[in-house]
Structure formats: C-alpha cells, structure tokens
C-alpha cells in the first residue's frame, strides 16, 4: 500500500519507520528543512511511563483556580476570544471526576509499557545513539501536601503492574546523591528504575536517516494546505493532500492511506475533512544548561510534581522542561516563565551551571483534555490518527508508531488500548462518534 505521512516528529518518524517495516511504501511530507524540528525539538527527554497520571484530575479544578493570573503558574490558562479554548476547557472538566481520571491512566500507562519496550527493541535493532540513560525516574516532592496527594495515584499503578516505589528523603539522595542540598526540604519521592530518558531530537533526526535508509521518502519544506475529501457522511473518503510543494508550486498528493500525525496543527487540518479533534495546543517550556560541574548534576531522571518540570541528563547538558500555557498557537517565549524553570533548577542543584548561559525554547503540545491521544481510523475512510499525545509524546511515540503501522496493516495491535475506529478485542463493530475521532 502507498502511505502518505503528515508530519515528522516523533509520532509520524516512527509511524513512516514501522509502515515500511511492514513492506508499505511510505512518503513523509514536513514544512520543516528536517525531521524533529518543532515539538519533537527541546522536550524533557523523559520516557515516563510512570508518569501516568492525566493533567484532568480531581485536585486538577482548585489547582487551576489557586494558580490564576501567576504569570509563572505551572499550568497557565490564558483565557482568550477563542471557542476552541472554551470547548476544550469544559471537556477537561469533564474528565477530572475520579472514575474518568483512572479510566485514562490505564490508558495512558497500557500505552506507554507497551511503547517503551518497543522503544528498546528498536534500540537494539538500529544502534541509534541519543544520550539516553537507563536510571528510572524519580518523582521527588517538597510539599507534603503533594506528595501525600500522589500517594492515591501511585498506589493505583502499582495495581496496574507499574512498578512505582514509595521512597523516603533517605533514600532519594542515595539514588540521586545530586540532591543532597535540598535532603532537610524533601517530604518523599516516588521511584520507577525501568523509566529512562534520552534526546527526542537526536533519536528521531537518526530514525529518519535509517528509515531514509530503507525506503521512505522524506519531502521537506512542504506545506499542507488542505486534506482533500469527497462524499458526505459516512461516505466521506480522502481523496488527496494538497500541498505547496518544496518549490512553492501547488501540488496534489495521492495515496491509498493517509496518516494524520501533525501535532498541534492536526485539529485545523482534520476540521476541513469534517473530523472534528479536541485537542488544543499547550505551550512548554525548557531550558537547556551546560553541565560546569557534574558532582552537582543528577544523573537520574527527575519530575518536580510541584512545579510541573522534568530534569534529564543529556551528556554535558542538562535539559529542564515543563508548565503549560493554553494561549492559542502563540511561541513567544514568556521571559518570567523561563527564569522560573532557572530559578527551581539552580535552586534545587546550586553551582550546577549559570542562568544567564540557559539557552531557552518553546513548543505547542498537542493536548487533549483527557491526555488520551487519538490513535487509529477517522470518520473519513483512508484518513488514519496518530496525534493528541500532549505531555506524552515521546513516551508514546514508538508504541503508537507501531501500532498505528499494524492497524493500517490490518492487524490489531498487542496492546489492551482504545483505539478510535477500531471495536475492542471481542467486541462487535460499532460506529465511530467524530466528536470523539
């Protein structure tokens, strides 16, 4: 069958990968000059399974009422003109009751067990370097009131076989001896040693190369103008993609599959195909700083639950990311939102580095209220999901790749998911709701 990918991130990189593994020929269409160059660019670097607990949760509301108007807020809901923004703020709020909220993390945590291990195998498989580190991960917390708050959710992923350890102050600075200043200040951590973390920009430029290797065609510097589509109601069927071509020209590109795996920009895209997709764009932030002394570094991957930011170790590099501002498709950055994730960091690891050489960055999340992304058919025949994953993306990016490639393939994928489109093992076929696909 011939493929057309749309975007090449992570999500899409992986999806392109897999499909040509299972013998499709595979054309990948990106407006940037390269693979990984906006969301997939200066995320945390965490692959964090553990990390399954959905932003829409029940101590989700008085957060976000408490954190109003803090330009340094670690959640930011800048409230805008914007009927998209309203919409997908109510649905948040209709996920945060306790039964919805869990509902998604056996979700979100079937998903990621089951695309970290196709992550390692396709380690092995290609020897693709990343700067990553097998050290787990470990959510550490100064609030007691926050962490007897995780305690609930990290109870319920242990149930659901994920690995979570409830850990004392003691224990964390033995794992993580860089966070020995801040012992007297810690009430408690949670530790997952099978997480890992690694460069999401480094892994997908590198996945690209060898997915060039075997076949598929990368055509950047294209521009998506519109989803092309014929027929009414559940007839609808693509028909092509028109583009402005890598020359300006407009162009029209035609497939017997087309995989919709554009991030942010997905929703406006599938919108003129009549799908409709809540997902909205959050902005996060990061901060990469050079290692000037290791002892005062952690290796071990860290999750600040407190102010919503992740540490990882990329070599000589420390990269911090985190917060989240629903303010439409705006990138600017927000200079006090950058010297917050400076001011934590030095904060938690003083003469680690200095602030003024933190080399900034911003990038939209494609979130969905639940954090749930959409992952399988649409309403319009030939048109294929891979995108909504938020926070998550590099988590989830080989799994749903691999997954997404074996439904196209006419397999169901070995992963207990809901995926849209597609009935549950051993259910009967039912019709696809757009407002959910």
């Not at 330009?71 to 709020?93: H, N, S």
């Not at 570094?297 to 501002?325: M, N, Q």
């Not at 909504?388 to 790749?401: A, K, N, R």
Request: charged content about 20%.
């Amino acid at each position: 069958m011939n493929v057309i990918v749309l975007g090449a991130g992570i999500l899409g990189t992986a999806t392109a990968w897999y499909l040509r593994q299972a013998g499709h020929e595979v054309t990948v269409l990106e407006r940037n000059a390269g693979a990984a160059r906006e969301t997939s660019f200066g995320n945390g670097g965490q692959i964090s399974v553990s990390h399954a607990e959905p932003w829409a949760n029940p101590s989700a509301p008085l957060k976000l009422l408490k954190w109003l108007g803090r330009e340094d807020a670690p959640l930011l809901f800048r409230l805008r003109a914007d009927p998209d923004q309203w919409r997908w703020g109510l649905k948040f709020l209709l996920e945060c009751p306790a039964a919805r909220s869990t509902r998604n993390m056996v979700q979100l945590l079937n998903l990621g067990t089951y695309s970290r291990a196709s992550l390692q195998q396709l380690r092995r498989d290609t020897g693709i370097a990343y700067d990553h580190l097998e050290k787990g991960i470990l959510h550490y917390y100064t609030s007691a009131q926050e962490f007897d708050a995780a305690l609930e959710p990290a109870r319920v992923m242990r149930e659901l076989g994920c690995e979570r350890e409830v850990i004392d102050p003691d224990r964390v600075v033995a794992l993580e001896p860089a966070m020995a200043h801040i012992r007297p200040r810690l009430a408690g951590a949670t530790y997952t040693s099978a997480d890992e973390s690694g460069d999401v920009h480094q892994f997908t430029t590198g996945l690209a190369a060898k997915a060039a290797e075997q076949g598929v065609r990368f055509r950047y510097g294209v521009r998506i103008q519109a989803l092309r589509t014929e027929g009414a109601g559940t007839s609808r069927r693509m028909t092509g993609v028109e583009i402005a071509s890598e020359t300006g020209m407009y162009e029209l590109v035609t497939a017997d599959a087309y995989v919709l795996a554009a991030g942010s920009f997905s929703p406006l895209l599938a919108k003129a195909a009549g799908v409709q997709l809540d997902i909205y764009p959050a902005k996060g932030y990061s901060a990469t700083l050079p290692v000037l002394d290791a002892a005062k570094a952690p290796s071990v991957s860290l999750t600040d639950d407190e102010y919503k930011l992740v540490f990882s170790r990329f070599g000589d590099r420390l990269r911090i990311a985190g917060t989240a501002e629903l303010n439409g498709y705006d990138l600017a950055l927000n200079p006090v939102r950058c010297e917050a994730i400076v001011r934590r960091t030095l904060e938690v690891f003083p003469g680690v580095s200095r602030p003024e050489l933190a080399q900034y960055w911003a990038g939209l999340r494609p979130a969905t209220p639940g954090n749930v992304p959409y992952i399988g058919r649409s309403p319009v025949a030939g048109l294929w999901l891979n995108t909504g994953h938020g926070t998550l993306g590099w988590t989830h990016g080989c799994g749903s790749g691999r997954a997404l490639a074996e439904l196209v393939s006419g397999r169901r994928p070995e992963v207990d998911f809901a995926f849209c489109g597609v009935p549950a093992a051993g259910a009967r076929p039912a019709a696809v709701s757009p407002a959910r696909a």
